[in-house]
């Protein structure tokens, strides 16, 4: 199919049209208002979304190398092989398909009420868990508009957006073992190695084929 001039409302339209914004807006907009009505706002209110944003990059590549890429395994004569990890091999196969580029509301229907836990009951205030839980909608939306944005026929216009759009489209297109936070550029990577320079790393044959080589 030819690429189209897609704008920001273009890209918006579809962005909309899936289940995950929906379902993690849901949250962020429940947890802001709880947090509003609560009121006593403190000095943890700022520290905590500065925390998740430094941690952030980091959460990416940890859950993007270990979950995401993980390769099946054979254990006890049952295939180990989560969800996640089948439908990111498909999204490697199929860059431009747009329901694989989302994460699965099967996937939400288990996490969002996992993170609402922790929000309301790991932390000593409850208005602290409802920041923390606002913050964390705030960062998923901001993930799933930045990953499809990426992978949609958008073009880069600003420098930020260009190095984050060039550093992901390395990971899909050029070698899949580098360059693997999404959000950002090289933030993470360049702490734990993942970052080279693009010109000495060889094409990978295996970049839309994930574990190729596995066999059940």
């Not at 049952?78 to 860059?95: C, Q």
């Not at 899909?172 to 080279?196: C, I, M």
């Amino acid at each position: 199919m030819p690429r189209e001039q897609m704008t920001l409302t273009d890209a918006a339209r579809v962005f909309r049209r899936r289940p995950s914004p929906w379902m993690i807006g849901a949250l962020l907009i429940a947890a802001a208002l709880a947090r509003v009505l609560r009121g006593d706002w403190q000095f943890s209110d700022l520290l905590v979304p500065a925390v998740l944003v430094a941690v952030f990059p980091l959460f990416e590549w940890v859950v993007h190398v270990t979950v995401l890429h993980w390769r099946p395994r054979r254990i006890g004569g049952l295939t180990v092989d989560s969800l996640l990890a089948r439908k990111h091999r498909e999204h490697h196969g199929d860059p431009r398909d747009v329901p694989l580029i989302f994460i699965p509301w099967q996937t939400l229907c288990r996490l969002l009420p996992a993170v609402t836990a922790i929000g309301l009951f790991a932390f000593p205030r409850l208005e602290t868990g409802l920041t923390f839980l606002t913050c964390l909608g705030l960062l998923g939306l901001g993930y799933e508009w930045t990953h499809y944005l990426v992978h949609s026929d958008y073009k880069p216009r600003t420098r930020l957006y260009r190095a984050i759009w060039r550093n992901h489209r390395l990971h899909h297109f050029k070698n899949e073992h580098y360059w693997f936070t999404v959000t950002s550029s090289g933030t993470a990577d360049r702490v734990l190695g993942t970052y080279p320079d693009p010109a000495g790393v060889p094409s990978s044959p295996t970049v839309k084929a994930l574990h190729a080589d596995y066999t059940k």
